[in-house]
């Protein structure tokens, strides 16, 4: 079992920059994929990016390519999301994901564990 908590959200201006931060529960967290994904107001949870589970490969939606930047720091059980150049279009909540040996491809359906979400929104 993995529990996952994000925080980092908050409000931004267009054009500013948040760091957005996922803890895992568990001492399995090396062995795991992370992906944030987000959502705003609808049904569809949006692909953002993806880091494998050993960090050789990172994946990302064309979308946010170039302005975001998704680590993992594995000793502190934690996955980063760095968000810069941000965009109103960038506004939703937004999600980390485990997916056990994940190799960073794949969509919501190949996540195991969901964290609650935190509220990013961007004024413009």
């Known amino acids: 079992q993995v529990q996952l908590v994000e925080s980092g959200g908050g409000l931004v201006q267009a054009g500013g920059s948040l760091r957005l931060s996922c803890a895992a529960s568990?001492?399995?967290?090396?062995?795991?994929?992370m992906g944030w994904f987000r959502q705003a107001p609808g049904p569809e949870r949006e692909f953002v990016a993806a880091i494998s589970w050993n960090g050789g490969n990172t994946v990302y939606a064309a979308s946010v390519k170039g302005r975001f930047t998704i680590s993992r720091d594995d000793a502190k059980n934690t996955v980063f999301l760095q968000m810069s150049s941000l965009k109103p279009d960038d506004a939703a909540v937004y999600y980390c994901?485990?997916?056990?040996?994940?190799?960073?491809?794949?969509?919501?359906?190949?996540?195991?564990?969901w964290g609650q979400g935190t509220q990013v929104t961007v004024s413009s």
């Open positions: 994901a485990a997916a056990q040996y994940g190799s960073g491809y794949g969509g919501p359906t190949d996540y195991d564990y």
């Open positions: 568990g001492r399995t967290f090396s062995r795991y994929g």
